[in-house]
């Protein structure tokens, strides 16, 4: 079984930026690849950014340019670096574990102001 837990969340100015972190514990062996998602009040969750076991990753054309997955294999940690983040950035992000038994963290709240 694996367990997440993300942090790093908050309220921010737009033009400014966030790091956000995802502990992972547990069977980490098995895990194929992390994701981030989000989910916007009223809106459904989207993937953000993917970053695979072998190292490979994707972000969606939304954010593409201004975030960044990452990983410290030492750490047993990803994080999800936001830049220049938008008002439309704002939502709860998630954190995900492609396994066979998937797995989600909370969530953490990021909120950007106008």
């Known amino acids: 079984q694996v367990q997440l837990v993300e942090s790093g969340g908050g309220l921010v100015q737009a033009g400014g930026s966030l790091r956000l972190s995802c502990a992972t514990s547990?069977?980490?062996?098995?895990?194929?690849?992390m994701g981030w998602y989000r989910q916007a009040p009223g809106k459904q969750r989207e993937l953000v950014a993917v970053?695979?076991?072998?190292?490979?990753?994707n972000v969606a054309d939304s954010v593409k340019g201004r975030f960044t997955i990452s990983r410290d294999n030492a750490k047993n940690t990803v994080y999800l670096q936001m830049n220049s983040l938008k008002p439309e950035d704002t939502g709860v992000y998630y954190c995900?574990?492609?396994?066979?038994?998937?797995?989600w963290g909370e969530g953490t709240q990021v909120t950007v102001s106008s």
């Open positions: 995900h574990a492609f396994t066979l038994r998937p797995v």
């Open positions: 547990g069977s980490i062996s098995s895990i194929n690849a």
């Open positions: 970053i695979t076991s072998g190292g490979i990753k």
